[in-house]
């Protein structure tokens, strides 16, 4: 399976979607079997979805086709989720114009102080108190259209279609953590980190690689009950009614240059019912 982006600014939803017959038309012959493409107008970026035997050969369908080549093609590693980064493929008539961004926001959730709760509590308590984290978060990921992507054991990757979404889920997620520290026993914190990007290649066979390499850095510099989000993602939100603090640049493992960052301030959010 391969990944192929294009950066085309000017061409319109029903030129892409002619293309995309011409790619179907010379598919064949080169054992390639496009499947759907992503599109973002505004941006003139353009991701298909392909089967196929190489690179080369993806290419060379776009080649014979209309001459629109990629400025990059990723091969999908196979176990990866696909469908839980994408949720449902966009799947349309050929020939029928559509426009839908690849653009997707990682989210993390981490339990702040594990070992300490393991400590203090056991492994059966520590345990207990995940399995309540879990079923906040999957419970709010349903309510809120986002996807699972992997367990990381102190927490939840996730990805969402909708930067709103993700932070209007983000802030339920905490909300909720809130009303059952209020009544239960034992309590804990949870630091939620998040931010917004397309498919990129980094050299590995990573879909959303820098993008899931900052909402994990963001999550780990976010102290307890907090939600930081990056400035591209708080950007994303403008005119939405969400409120944020300005966190200013933080310095983020891994990445060279400071991060302008974002707190949601949650505890003003309505509650999702």
């Given at each position: 399976?391969?990944?192929?982006r294009?950066?085309?600014?000017g061409?319109?939803?029903?030129?892409?979607?002619d293309?995309?017959?011409?790619?179907?038309?010379?598919?064949e012959?080169?054992?390639?079997?496009?499947?759907?493409?992503?599109?973002d107008e505004?941006?003139?970026?353009?991701?298909?979805?392909?089967?196929?035997?190489?690179?080369?050969?993806?290419?060379?369908?776009?080649?014979?086709?209309?001459?629109q080549?990629?400025s990059?093609?990723?091969?999908?590693?196979?176990?990866?989720?696909?469908?839980?980064?994408f949720?449902?493929?966009p799947?349309?008539?050929?020939?029928?114009p559509y426009r839908?961004s690849a653009?997707r926001?990682?989210?993390?959730?981490?339990?702040?102080?594990?070992?300490t709760?393991?400590?203090?509590?056991g492994?059966?308590?520590?345990?207990?108190?995940?399995?309540?984290?879990?079923?906040?978060?999957?419970?709010?990921?349903?309510?809120?259209?986002?996807?699972?992507?992997?367990?990381?054991?102190?927490?939840?990757?996730?990805?969402f279609?909708?930067?709103?979404?993700?932070?209007?889920?983000?802030?339920?997620v905490?909300q909720?953590?809130?009303?059952?520290?209020?009544?239960?026993d034992?309590?804990?914190c949870?630091?939620?980190?998040?931010t917004?990007?397309?498919p990129?290649?980094?050299?590995?066979?990573?879909?959303?690689?820098?993008t899931?390499?900052?909402a994990?850095r963001?999550?780990a510099?976010?102290?307890?009950s907090?939600i930081?989000?990056?400035n591209?993602l708080h950007?994303?939100?403008?005119?939405?009614?969400i409120?944020?603090?300005?966190?200013?640049?933080?310095?983020?493992?891994?990445?060279?240059?400071?991060?302008?960052?974002?707190?949601v301030?949650?505890?003003?959010i309505?509650?999702s019912?």
């Amino acid at each position: 399976m391969y990944l192929d982006r294009h950066d085309i600014m000017g061409i319109t939803a029903q030129q892409l979607a002619d293309a995309h017959i011409q790619d179907l038309a010379a598919q064949e012959k080169h054992c390639v079997q496009y499947h759907t493409y992503w599109f973002d107008e505004e941006k003139g970026s353009v991701f298909c979805l392909a089967e196929g035997p190489s690179k080369e050969a993806i290419a060379a369908v776009h080649g014979e086709a209309h001459g629109q080549l990629a400025s990059w093609i990723l091969e999908i590693d196979q176990t990866l989720p696909l469908n839980s980064y994408f949720g449902s493929l966009p799947s349309h008539p050929p020939g029928a114009p559509y426009r839908e961004s690849a653009m997707r926001v990682i989210a993390f959730t981490d339990m702040c102080g594990s070992v300490t709760q393991t400590q203090e509590l056991g492994d059966e308590g520590y345990i207990l108190l995940l399995e309540i984290h879990d079923d906040i978060v999957r419970t709010q990921l349903i309510e809120h259209n986002g996807r699972e992507i992997k367990h990381t054991g102190d927490g939840i990757m996730a990805a969402f279609n909708s930067a709103v979404s993700a932070v209007l889920f983000a802030a339920s997620v905490q909300q909720l953590v809130l009303s059952h520290n209020e009544t239960a026993d034992h309590q804990f914190c949870l630091r939620i980190g998040m931010t917004v990007g397309e498919p990129v290649t980094n050299g590995r066979s990573d879909l959303f690689g820098a993008t899931v390499q900052i909402a994990a850095r963001l999550c780990a510099v976010a102290g307890p009950s907090e939600i930081l989000v990056s400035n591209t993602l708080h950007d994303f939100c403008m005119g939405k009614s969400i409120p944020f603090e300005d966190r200013g640049a933080v310095r983020l493992r891994g990445i060279k240059e400071p991060m302008q960052t974002f707190l949601v301030q949650w505890h003003v959010i309505p509650q999702s019912e």
